[in-house]
């Protein structure tokens, strides 16, 4: 099994590196320590410092030295849009309010599939369809920034 402790600070120190490619959904990705398989079937075991988010292009050194990428799963996601801004900043405003991690795109929002959510979206007047697609919610407030991949701690 290949063991993970490390997560790389700069994407680009790895540059070069044969890079193999771990994929998980996001609710794997919040996880620091888990067993999983790369792309290729290889075992992986990985103990990470805790509180950390995995990122779809987030890099993880290896004990052997191998470099892994690690990529967001397509999964079973709702995405809303709106006729309107404002619509969809209520939108938004409502699912926060449910503390629900959310995702926000170019006119459109994305929170893991829920049923009950879809319904609220629809009573407000936006459209929630169901697809699969990668989740890369928002970190929040109080745990960093997911533009630009910042990993200070």
């Known amino acids: ?90 939108v938004a405003y409502h699912l926060g309010n449910r503390h629900v991690a959310l995702q926000v795109g170019e006119g459109w929002l994305r929170y893991s599939h829920d049923h009950v959510l879809d319904d609220m979206v629809r009573g407000l007047g936006a459209e929630a369809e169901v697809e699969q697609a990668p989740f890369e919610p928002e970190a929040g407030a109080y745990h960093g920034t997911t533009q630009g991949h910042s990993h200070e701690h």
């Open 1 to 90: 099994m290949l063991h993970i402790t490390r997560r790389l600070e700069s994407p680009e120190s790895a540059a070069g590196a044969a890079v193999l490619q771990l994929v998980l959904p996001y609710e794997l990705r919040c996880r620091s320590r888990l067993r999983a398989q790369l792309a290729g079937g290889e075992e992986v075991g990985i103990v990470l410092a805790r509180g950390q988010i995995l990122r779809g292009g987030d890099r993880l050194l290896a004990e052997d030295g191998r470099v892994v990428e690690v990529a967001a799963a397509p999964e079973s996601v709702s995405t809303v849009r709106a006729r309107d801004a404002r619509l969809l900043l209520r």
